[in-house]
């Protein structure tokens, strides 16, 4: 039987911190029929051992998946793959950078906010990647509950503007959805002068309900603003180069300072 195509990174460093990164990079696999990579990066000092990254089949065990006595086949049989590393590389940034170099992903899931890799790798990791990059603020509880493996995601706010073309986000973000059987909102938010929208066409999906608003005043204040409530905010970014610009400090990084829920930075072309 063909193995799993879609490709989920997470990098952790094994604290609490972590753990809703975790929760929601697996949850996602099982959504996508994915492979999951939980890497981390060894600062010099003794390795970890294989005990302490976040448990894969008692997680399942928990979310009542699994018997309490599973097999690592019987993470197989519920379509995903699950490998775990530790890489020799002390930066964060370059381990992640090095496994991606020899073993692409299509989405990278990590937290956000304080310590390390939460803050001090994840924008670096998400425009020197240029990859779609799902990350949670530290102290958030996401859209995934721990205990039970249940998605939360009943509202979510997905900022356009003319550029990039939103195109790309709007089928990637539906595509997603989907994969997790919810029934959402998606409110397609435009924030400038005027009131016209960016043309688009909005898929039409199961459980799905597209709404559009605009609204004019400054971008990064109105977006944080309208973002409370919500389950989750994607960020749409022009590829590589853009990813680079947008998190150097204008619209995806200054948002991302700022959103308590988490936040989807998709690159599209």
Excluded: N
């Excluded at 001090?120 to 949670?136: A, C, I, K």
């Excluded at 986000?169 to 059987?181: D, I, K, M």
């Amino acid at each position: 039987m063909e193995g799993p195509t879609y490709r989920i990174l997470h990098p952790t460093d094994l604290t609490t911190a972590s753990h809703a990164a975790f929760v929601h990079a697996l949850r996602l696999a099982l959504a996508k029929r994915a492979k999951i990579t939980l890497l981390h990066a060894s600062d010099g000092d003794e390795a970890p051992e294989w005990g302490e990254f976040p448990g894969v089949r008692e997680t399942l065990h928990q979310w009542g998946l699994l018997p309490a006595e599973a097999h690592h086949r019987d993470v197989a049989g519920l379509g995903i793959a699950v490998r775990k590393l530790i890489s020799s590389f002390s930066d964060p940034v370059e381990a992640c950078l090095s496994h991606l170099a020899d073993h692409p992903a299509d989405l990278i899931v990590l937290a956000h906010g304080t310590g390390r890799p939460v803050g001090t790798v994840s924008t670096p990791l998400s425009r020197r990647s240029g990859l779609p990059t799902l990350f949670l603020p530290a102290g958030s509880k996401g859209f995934v509950e721990a205990l039970t493996g249940k998605v939360r995601l009943a509202r979510v706010l997905l900022p356009v503007a003319s550029s990039p073309s939103p195109e790309g986000a709007v089928a990637q973000l539906a595509e997603l959805l989907s994969a997790l059987e919810v029934e959402a909102e998606i409110t397609v938010l435009h924030v400038g002068e005027g009131d016209v929208l960016p043309s688009l066409t909005l898929p039409e999906g199961k459980g799905l309900r597209w709404v559009t608003r605009t609204l004019q005043g400054e971008v990064i204040p109105t977006l944080v603003a309208a973002s409370q409530g919500h389950d989750l905010v994607v960020m749409p970014t022009d590829g590589r180069s853009g990813l680079v610009e947008m998190l150097r400090g204008s619209h995806t990084e200054r948002v991302l300072r700022s959103v308590r829920c988490p936040l989807l930075a998709l690159p599209v072309q």
